[in-house]
Nanobody, 123 residues
Framework: QVQLVESGGGVVRAGDSLRLSCATS????????MGWFRQAPGKEREFVAA????????RYADSLEDRFGISGSSANATVNLQMSRLRPEDTAVYYC????????????????WGQGTQVTVSS
């Protein structure tokens, strides 16, 4: 059974940094893509970043690449999202997701999802 469990969310101030983690279990395929998405109230789920399990390739949402970084450890079965210079518009529930195969930025292409972790950025 696949499980993705996010952690690290919280309430921070604008300009702060935050690191989210996603612990994975049950993913048996090597050619996996791990993605981070977010969903703000009243908005659609949007792509944030993704990386192949073994590091290459990585993709970022164009508007976030200069502030967010995705990393991971195949040994620890985790994938992380380092967020810096946070803004109030970054407030959202952040989700970890996994898929088998090629890189994708489409949420519909990811069959496995975590429960999400709330990030709130105050001004």
């Amino acid at each position: 059974q696949v499980q993705l469990v996010e952690s690290g969310g919280g309430v921070v101030r604008a300009g702060d940094s935050l690191r989210l983690s996603c612990a994975t279990s049950g993913l048996t395929f090597r050619d996996r893509i791990m993605g981070w998405f977010r969903q703000a109230p009243g908005k659609e789920r949007e792509f944030v970043a993704a990386r192949a399990w073994f590091g290459v390739p990585t993709r970022y949402a164009d508007s976030l690449e200069d502030r967010f970084g995705i990393s991971g450890s195949s040994a620890n079965a985790t994938v992380n999202l380092q967020m810096s210079r946070l803004r109030p518009e970054d407030t959202a529930v952040y989700y970890c997701a996994a898929r088998k195969g090629d890189m994708s930025t489409r949420a519909d292409d990811y069959p496995y999802w975590g429960q999400g972790t709330q990030v709130t950025v105050s001004s």
